[in-house]
């Protein structure tokens, strides 16, 4: 799986009084719910940073990147090919572990 999210979004689907939930809150449910028949884990994060400045969404990207673990991209700056990447190395390493 790759975690979307948009950075500096503050509350949940239009809805002012329902505040986004932490991101680790969110992977740890996207997980839960896409490994029911088989473990689906989270390898990276793409970030649409489209509202924040280049400076602080490259701190964002650091925050995310501690907060979870996880290499975190910012699809609107960089591309998607980091994260094309890193699936591509997931793959190669599972097909490797089966």
Known sequence: ?????EAGREHSGGFP???MPPLAMIRDLNESL???FE?????AVAMNGRYLSERDA???KDRV???LGLPVCDVIRDGPG?????V???VRLRKLNQ
């Open 34 to 36: 896409a490994s029911v």
């Open 65 to 67: 990147t501690d907060e």
């Open 39 to 43: 473990p689906c884990p989270v390898i």
């Open 58 to 60: 490259e701190e964002e």
């Open 17 to 19: 009084n329902l505040p």
């Open 88 to 90: 591509q190395t997931f």
């Open 82 to 86: 980091m994260l094309a990447d890193i």
């Open 1 to 5: 799986l790759i975690l979307c999210y």
